[in-house]
């Protein structure tokens, strides 16, 4: 996946020894075979290998149908896998002989905030999705575990990804956006000044990485992961865009099906972890502008309406 791509190369880059679990639902390639363990598949086949779990040390669970339209246009999949497929893997892999499992949640749960103030990981979860629904849901189930395992278990609530990786994704906010005021010079924004809290994949990576090598137990802890500077409404990033491009149309729209509007606090990160994102927004805006102007801008045959493949 896009995240999990970004992660496989920074664990790489520090000399871990890392196994890969993914069906490659879009039928993408996966570039890391020759340097890593890879099975293809669906993840409840880790429980007919329980040996060969039991020969590491993290788990980290990105598994599953990601984001609100994919799961729109699938539920009953959707449910299948992100919630009851998700129960039965984490009830067998707590079981295990590992030191700690991560599961990648969102900060998507936080749903609707109807003031200023940034939403704290003990905030009322409003979920307004069926992705963020299901999240919410597995969070509960997990917490559920407490003392009932030995497993050192961490819940990370990722803020809306961006940046370059290697499995890119064009259906979020900031890369979207840049691709399309880079390529089409017009950009259709819905719902403009609604909030969201924005963080750079290899900020994930380092976020794993910090918390694996973090000494004590965090014993079923909940954790935002992204920056209070990361906080920012949709008017503001594409107007950020448009500066950095000196190019596009921007139209502003209301009413749109997403009403999901939320700033998010990460003290709590900070102040425990020690952990605060490198990457800004501005970074990220042209990192992906030099990216698409490298692999993509000499070729013709590319479209608007593919989310995650830009050339047909």
């Known amino acids: 996946g896009y995240i999990g791509n970004s992660i496989i190369k920074y664990f790489l880059n520090l000399g871990y020894k890392i ?45 599953g149908l990601v984001g609100d339209p994919i799961t729109k246009k699938y539920p009953k999949l959707s449910k299948k896998i992100n919630y009851k497929n998700s129960k039965v893997f984490i009830n067998f892999i707590l079981k295990q002989n590992i030191k700690k499992f991560f599961f990648i949640s969102t900060c998507s749960n936080y749903g609707l905030i109807n003031s200023n103030k940034k939403a704290k990981e003990n905030e009322l979860l409003r979920p307004l999705s069926l992705y963020a629904k299901d999240k919410v849901a597995i969070e509960k189930y997990i917490l559920g575990f407490k003392y009932k395992t030995s497993v050192d278990v961490i819940i990370l609530r990722f803020a809306t990804a961006f940046g370059v990786s290697d499995r890119m994704r064009f259906d979020l906010t900031i890369n979207e956006f840049t691709r399309d005021l880079l390529f089409f010079k017009k950009l259709k924004v819905y719902d403009a000044d609604t909030w969201r809290p924005y963080c750079h994949v290899n900020d994930f990576a380092k976020t794993i990485e910090k918390v694996i090598n973090f000494r004590r137990k965090l014993n079923f802890q909940v954790f935002n992961v992204g920056s209070d500077k990361n906080n920012f409404t949709k008017r503001q990033i594409a107007n950020k865009i448009k500066k950095i491009l000196k190019i596009g149309n921007i139209t502003f729209q209301k009413n749109s099906n997403d009403p999901r509007n939320y700033k998010v606090n990460f003290d709590k990160i900070k102040k425990i972890i020690k952990f605060q994102p490198i990457y800004s927004v501005d970074y990220g805006i042209k990192e ?25």
Do not use: P
């Open 19 to 63: 196994s890969v679990i993914d069906n490659l639902t879009y039928s993408q390639k996966f570039k890391y075979k020759k340097k890593v363990r890879f099975f293809k598949g669906n993840f409840l086949k880790l429980m007919k290998m329980k040996k060969f779990v039991n020969d590491h040390d993290y788990v980290v669970f990105l598994a």
């Open 288 to 312: 992906t502008v030099e990216y698409l102007n490298k692999y993509f801008i000499k070729r013709k045959n590319y479209t608007k309406k593919m989310g995650n493949y830009l050339i047909k």
